[in-house]
C-alpha cells in the first residue's frame, strides 16, 4: 500500500494525532510512517510501503470504513486481517511479537497459532491480547504482573489462553493490565493491581487470572490509559477507576502525596466511580 501527497491516509495509534499524507496533524508522532520535520515547518509525510500484508481489516475505528493499524509505542505493530489470522512485525524483546522467537519482524509475520480471531489489543508494557470467535481470550508477550492471565509470571513467546474467560466480546490492554467485556455486559480484569488499577475493590498486587471488577454492568465500551481506566455502559455514563494524582478520575478529587501516609490526601479509585459530567 503506497500513500501519496493526493491521498488521505487515516492513522490512529497510541500517542499519535490523526492524520493525512498531505502532512495535517501536529505534536510527537510514534508511528511506522517516516516524516521529515523541523521545529517551523509542518509534517512532510515521505512515500511509505508495507508488505507484504493485503487484504486488512485491522480494528476499524467505527464509523469509518477505512483501514486503521494499531501501533505500539514500544516499537511493534499488530494487524488483524479478514481471514482472522493476526500479523505483527517490528521489535522483539518479551516475545510480543508472537512469532515463538526471540528475533525481530522487519516485514509482517503471522502471529503463530492464531486464527478466527474478531478482535486484538496492543498495549504499553509489550503484552497483547487477542478474541476468536469462540469467545476465548489469547495472550503473549511480557508477563511481569500475571497480564497474560494464564496464572504464571512466565512470558509467552507464542500465544496461551486466557484461564476462566468466555463468550468475550472485546480486550483493553494498558500498563501491566488487562481487561475483557463479556456478552453479559460485566468486566473483568488481570494483572498489575496497584493503586487500585484493576477495580477489584482490592489490595493485592497482582491478579493472574481474570477476576470481575466490582459493582459495573451493562458495559458496551472499555479504554484503559497507563494506570487508569474508563469504561461506556449501555446508559451514556462513564465509569472510572485507578490512579488519579491529577484528576484524571472525573469524580473531582485527587491524590495529594506528601511525604508520608499522614500528609498524603489519597483518592486513587480501586472500585468504580461515576464520571462526572
Known sequence: MIASPQEDFPFFGQGSRKIDSRGKGNGPIHTMLRFRWTKNMPLFPLPFQIRPVSDLSIIRISPSPDVSLVVKHQRMTLALKEDGTVWSWGHESHGQLGNGTANHNLLPAKVKGLEDVTAIAAGFSLH??????????????????????????????????????????????????????????????????????????????ENMI?????????????????????????????????????????????????????????????VPVKVEF
Open 210 to 270: 481474570p477476576a470481575k471488577v466490582a459493582g459495573l454492568t451493562d458495559v458496551i465500551a472499555i479504554s484503559s490509559g497507563y494506570h487508569h481506566v474508563l469504561a461506556l455502559k449501555k446508559d451514556g455514563t462513564v465509569w472510572s477507576w485507578g490512579v488519579n494524582e491529577s484528576g484524571q478520575i472525573g469524580d473531582g478529587t485527587q491524590t495529594r502525596y506528601g511525604s508520608s501516609p499522614k500528609t498524603s490526601d489519597y483518592h486513587d479509585k480501586k
Open 128 to 205: 497483547n491480547l487477542a478474541v476468536k470467535k469462540d469467545g476465548t481470550v489469547w495472550a503473549w508477550g511480557n508477563n511481569n504482573y500475571g497480564q497474560l492471565g494464564d496464572g504464571t509470571k512466565t512470558n509467552r513467546f507464542l500465544p496461551v489462553q486466557v484461564k476462566g474467560l468466555t463468550d468475550v466480546v472485546s480486550v483493553a490492554v494498558g500498563n501491566e493490565q488487562s481487561f475483557a467485556i463479556k456478552k453479559d455486559g460485566t468486566v473483568w480484569a488481570w494483572g498489575r493491581n496497584t493503586q487500585g488499577r484493576l477495580g477489584l475493590g482490592t489490595n493485592t498486587m
